[in-house]
Structure formats: C-alpha cells, structure tokens
C-alpha cells in the first residue's frame, strides 16, 4: 500500500505540465490578451476578457458587455532516448499530449459612473498527459488528468478620475484522474477525486493620463481538499477505499503597464510572480475503517514532499492601429518552470519557455468585436533522469523530453 500512494501522491493534481504555462497553469482567458502574449494584461482593459487580469479594469466597460471566447490548444510532447533502470534503449514516446479547447467568457454591466459588476468564467489550471501503457516508465505515471473550472462574481468601483478598485470571488471546481502501472504489474490502478473552493482577487488600476495606466492584481491560492477513491485490479483489490488529498493553488501577483504613444501604436509590458512555492506537500489520507491491515479513519497513507520554486513571467507587447476597424497586436514572452531539474518527473517535464504571439482585432460596427490570436511556446529541452526507488516500488527511467505548444485563440465581444 505504501508503495503504491507514495507513486500517486507525485500525481494527484500535478497533471500535464507540457501546457501553456509553467506548472499546470493556464495563462490563456482573452484572445486579445493572447495577441500581446498577455503584456500589459493588467493594464490593457481593451474589453472585459481582461477581468480575469484586473478586475479593476471594468470601470472602463462601459454599458453592458458579453465576451465569449476560446483557446484551442495544440500541444506537442515528445520522449527521446528513453532508457530504462538497466540502461538498455526503449521505444520513444510521441504524442503524450493532446489537443483540446478551454473556454472563457465574462459579462460586466455598468450600474452607474462609479460601480460596474461583473460574472467571469474561466479554466485556469488543467491539461492531460497519457502515455502508452507499456512505457518503460509507467511506474512514474500513465494517464494523468486535470479539469478545472472557476466562476468569478467581480466587483470594480471607481475611487477617483484616476484610481480604480476592484475584488472577485473566484470559487474553483477540480477533477483529477490518475493512472499508474505501480506494484510490480497491478496496471491500472487509478485514484480519482474532486472539490469545490473559493479564494479571493484584489485589483487597483491608476491612470497616469487618458494614454498611460498601471494596473496590480493579486489571485489568492485556493486550498483544495480532494476526496475521492482508490481503485485496482485483483489481487490487489484491498487498496479499493475512499481518499482524501490537499492541493494548494498557487497564488499570483501582477503588475502591467499599458501607455498610447500616438493614434496608432501601443506598447505595454507584464511582470507576473507565480508563487509554485506554497505547493510544497501532497499528502493521501485514507478513510478506511475496515480494512484490518489499516486500521483507522482520516489517517496518512503517504506524505510527498515536492520541491517546486516561485517562477518568473515576464512579457513585452506592442499594438497597432492599421485603421478604424482593424488593430494589429504582437507579443514575446519569457516563462520560468517551476520545477527544478533534479525534480522533474515523467508527469511533470517542465522547463523554461519562450511565447511568440500575434493577434487581430476587427472592429465590425460600434458594438460588435471580435478578435483572433496565434501563439507559439517554444520550451527548453528537458531531461528527466531517475533511480530505481525500491521502497515505493518505482523502477529508474532516463528520458529527453522535446516541447512545444501552439494556441488559437478567437473571441467575441458585443455591447448592449
């Protein structure tokens, strides 16, 4: 048993780090955003997409407004030079990673010149990875799985002609699925679980002049306890009982600058500290009370210690106006991982990355817009390099990992 939930705890919600940013967060909620490769997110309040960077920023929504949008994620995760325990060379694994849409929309309503309010629904953590099931590996992890969605009632109030304020509630639902190959051929054994917590965003955005503003923002982290099951295969069948596992997500803090040179460019720049720290310990409790080999209720089936560091984003951007309807928008970024090498596992081959983005706006009349973004993630190589581990029945797997992501973003936004 302890073999076996020492193996999950690596993986209850560590799922997919191949995804747009580092660890398991999802950067991408505003196609417009995305075009800027999200400089001056904090500060741009280009529409009300933006709310999930400042909330502060809906005091520039004016009336009522409704943005819907998407992400197509397009991923790509190879493993090369696979080795297994004994040194010998295994088959390369391609295609770990998959494709898939993440949703995003926001509704703001201006209730008078100081207040407007404001619903916003995101997916900001999340991804899969799912390796073959005969994968020299599989006792670091097969399928690993993620979803998460957050709703966030906003409120922005306008201080004074240049300082604005604003909160949200973002309350947070997880899914997690595990798979692994552990306990000397028990395949299949899967651990499943989820939750529903509520952390808290402060925003403030002061505007210098009508062409220069700097914006703040702080995401609290969200102490989730998942509770779910363990399930496996005969003869193994006495570790089936009901789990508990707390994950905290990490809080953020933000900072942008958005300035107007003239009528037809913009530059903006983006500092975002992501504080992975706080994600130090996994921990499994069991809540069986029949199983006489373990005796008990809510105790601690395993503890993992994780080694996961604060991490960096930095972005610069700048916009054109090629003329009353259409805005050109480009971004270059730099990601820090949040896993440090001698760290870095099969279900988490994170490393440093570089965002190439551009982006379209279409004004189509007075209130109806859309825009459409392109983002290409270039992600350092990565080695992932680990002993056999026989106490928790892991054997040791050498592989170089190749990664890359290409987003496709689209949104639509209209005023009442």
């Given amino acids: 048993m302890k073999k076996l939930l020492t193996l999950t705890a690596l993986g209850t919600i560590l799922m997919a780090s191949n995804a747009m940013a580092a660890g398991f967060h999802l950067r991408e909620q505003s196609a417009a955003a995305q075009g800027n490769a999200f400089a001056g997110a904090t500060a741009g309040a280009e529409n009300n997409s933006y709310a999930y960077f400042n909330a502060a920023g809906l005091t520039r929504q004016k009336g009522t407004q409704i943005n819907m ?60 990875t799912k390796y073959d099931q005969e994968w020299a590996g599989g006792d670091h ?30 309350i947070q639902y997880v ?15 899967s651990l499943k679980g989820d939750t529903v917590d509520v952390g808290y965003q402060l925003s403030a955005m002061y505007e210098l002049s009508n062409d220069t503003r700097f914006g703040v923002n702080y995401r609290s982290e969200i102490n989730h306890k998942l509770k779910g099951d363990i399930s496996s295969p005969a003869p193994y069948g006495f570790l089936n009982q009901d789990i508990s596992a707390r994950l905290d997500t990490p809080a953020m803090l933000s900072f942008g600058a958005y300035h107007q040179i003239n009528e037809k460019w ?47 984003f930095f972005a610069l951007g700048a916009s054109y106006q090629i003329d009353n309807q259409w805005k050109l928008r480009l971004g270059w970024a730099y990601d820090q991982t949040a896993v440090k090498k001698q760290y870095r596992t099969p279900r988490i081959p ?53 990664n890359s992501v290409k987003l496709f973003g689209l949104s639509m936004n209209y005023k009442f």
């Fill in 69 to 128: 949008g998407a992400t197509y994620i397009v991923p790509r995760a190879e493993a090369g030079d696979v080795r297994d325990a004994a040194g010998q060379r295994q088959p390369d694994i391609n295609n770990i990673v998959h494709a898939a849409w993440a949703p995003n929309g926001t509704i703001s309503h201006q209730v008078d010149d100081k207040l407007t309010l404001g619903l916003s629904l995101n997916v900001p953590f999340g991804m899969i």
């Fill in 266 to 312: 913009a530059v903006m720049a983006e500092y975002q500290r992501v504080f992975w720290s706080s994600f130090d310990k996994l921990d499994i409790i069991g809540q069986d009370t029949t199983n006489p080999l373990q005796p008990g209720n809510g105790y601690l089936l395993s503890s993992t210690n994780e080694h996961w560091q604060d991490t960096n």
């Fill in 350 to 402: 994170d490393s440093d990355r570089i965002w190439y983005s551009v982006g379209l706006g279409y004004q189509y009349n007075e209130n109806l817009s859309f825009d459409v973004a392109y983002t290409y993630i270039q992600a350092k190589d990565a080695t992932v390099d680990l002993p056999t581990n026989a106490a928790a029945g892991q054997r040791g797997i050498y592989a170089e990992y190749s």
């Fill in 175 to 189: 899914k997690a699925r595990l798979t692994n190959s552990a306990l000397a051929g028990a395949t299949d054994t």
């Fill in 141 to 170: 992890g097969i399928t690993s799985k993620v979803i998460t969605s957050t709703f966030t009632p906003m409120a922005a109030y306008k201080l004074t002609d240049k300082l604005s304020v604003g909160a949200g509630l973002p």
